[in-house]
Protein backbone atom coordinates (compact mmCIF):
# COMPACT_ATOMS: atom_id res chain seq x y z
CA UNK A 1 0.00 0.00 0.00
CA UNK A 2 1.43 3.07 -1.13
CA UNK A 3 -0.24 7.02 -0.59
CA UNK A 4 -1.56 9.14 -3.20
CA UNK A 5 0.51 12.11 -3.20
CA UNK A 6 -2.83 14.13 -4.58
CA UNK A 7 -5.09 12.90 -1.75
CA UNK A 8 -3.23 12.09 0.70
CA UNK A 9 -5.26 8.51 0.92
CA UNK A 10 -3.84 5.13 0.95
CA UNK A 11 -3.64 3.43 -2.86
CA UNK A 12 -3.91 -0.10 -3.43
CA UNK A 13 -1.46 -0.58 -6.54
CA UNK A 14 0.03 -4.35 -6.18
CA UNK A 15 -2.64 -7.12 -5.49
CA UNK A 16 -1.70 -9.81 -2.49
CA UNK A 17 0.10 -12.70 -2.77
CA UNK A 18 -2.42 -14.79 -1.59
CA UNK A 19 -6.39 -15.04 -1.66
CA UNK A 20 -7.90 -16.73 0.65
CA UNK A 21 -11.38 -17.09 -1.28
CA UNK A 22 -9.57 -18.45 -3.93
CA UNK A 23 -7.41 -20.22 -2.39
CA UNK A 24 -4.38 -19.17 -4.74
CA UNK A 25 -2.63 -15.99 -5.63
CA UNK A 26 -4.89 -12.96 -6.56
CA UNK A 27 -6.43 -12.61 -10.03
CA UNK A 28 -7.62 -9.48 -9.54
CA UNK A 29 -6.43 -5.98 -11.19
CA UNK A 30 -5.60 -3.07 -8.67
CA UNK A 31 -4.26 -1.18 -11.58
CA UNK A 32 -7.28 1.65 -12.01
CA UNK A 33 -9.17 1.28 -8.93
CA UNK A 34 -11.91 3.78 -8.13
CA UNK A 35 -11.41 6.81 -6.32
CA UNK A 36 -13.90 7.02 -3.21
CA UNK A 37 -14.12 9.26 -0.19
CA UNK A 38 -16.17 6.25 1.50
CA UNK A 39 -17.28 2.50 0.15
CA UNK A 40 -21.03 1.38 1.45
CA UNK A 41 -21.85 -2.23 1.92
CA UNK A 42 -25.02 -3.78 3.02
CA UNK A 43 -27.06 -6.77 2.06
CA UNK A 44 -29.22 -6.90 -1.06
CA UNK A 45 -31.98 -8.72 0.72
CA UNK A 46 -34.44 -6.98 1.85
CA UNK A 47 -34.20 -5.08 -1.29
CA UNK A 48 -36.01 -2.02 0.27
CA UNK A 49 -32.86 -1.79 2.17
CA UNK A 50 -30.86 -2.11 -0.75
CA UNK A 51 -32.15 0.55 -2.55
CA UNK A 52 -32.62 3.25 0.40
CA UNK A 53 -28.60 2.83 1.11
CA UNK A 54 -28.55 3.04 -3.38
CA UNK A 55 -30.23 6.36 -3.38
CA UNK A 56 -28.64 8.11 0.10
CA UNK A 57 -25.55 7.50 -2.10
CA UNK A 58 -26.34 8.74 -5.22
CA UNK A 59 -27.42 11.94 -2.77
CA UNK A 60 -24.00 12.28 -0.74
CA UNK A 61 -21.93 13.34 -3.93
CA UNK A 62 -24.06 16.91 -4.45
CA UNK A 63 -24.44 17.65 -0.64
CA UNK A 64 -20.61 17.31 -0.07
CA UNK A 65 -19.04 19.05 -2.52
CA UNK A 66 -19.15 15.98 -5.03
CA UNK A 67 -16.54 14.06 -3.37
CA UNK A 68 -17.00 10.36 -4.77
CA UNK A 69 -18.47 7.95 -2.64
CA UNK A 70 -18.91 3.63 -3.61
CA UNK A 71 -21.29 1.04 -3.23
CA UNK A 72 -21.83 -2.39 -3.92
CA UNK A 73 -23.60 -1.06 -7.09
CA UNK A 74 -20.22 0.27 -8.50
CA UNK A 75 -18.67 -2.49 -7.48
Known amino acids: MTDDQE???PSITVPPGFCEY???A???SFSNPPASDGLFLYPSDPEIFASTIEES??????VTG???WLSLENL
Open 22 to 24: AGE
Open 7 to 9: SGR
Open 57 to 62: VKALGP
Open 26 to 28: CDQ
Open 66 to 68: GKP
